[in-house]
């Protein structure tokens, strides 16, 4: 099974002159299959990862599309070894 670390490194809006949590859809791609479709909500300027699974064929492009009302800015890379579950 394959592995991809979804890094959310940004996510806040601005309310008047504060940041403030704010939602944003993910939609994580293998290739050109969607994988994965995360919500994610709060606020953050430190990056944060979360590891997700797929069954399709490793060694192709991978790749986060997002939506949110705010902020937001994240990455996707491929893993080859999961460090939350050690399998590869």
């Known amino acids: 099974m394959a592995s991809i670390k979804l890094t959310v490194r940004r996510l806040y809006k601005i309310s008047g002159e504060r940041m ?3 939602e944003a859809t993910a939609r994580i791609f293998v290739g050109d299959t969607l994988v994965a479709t995360e919500a994610i909500s709060g606020m953050t300027e430190s990056p944060v990862s979360k590891y997700l699974h ?3 064929a490793e060694g192709q492009p ?3 599309e997002w939506q949110c009302d705010g902020i937001a800015d994240m ?3 491929e893993m080859q ?3 939350c579950c050690q399998h590869d």
């Open 75 to 77: 990455a996707v890379a």
């Open 81 to 83: 070894i999961c460090p």
């Open 62 to 64: 991978v790749r986060v």
């Open 54 to 56: 797929h069954h399709e």
């Open 20 to 22: 403030v949590g704010t």
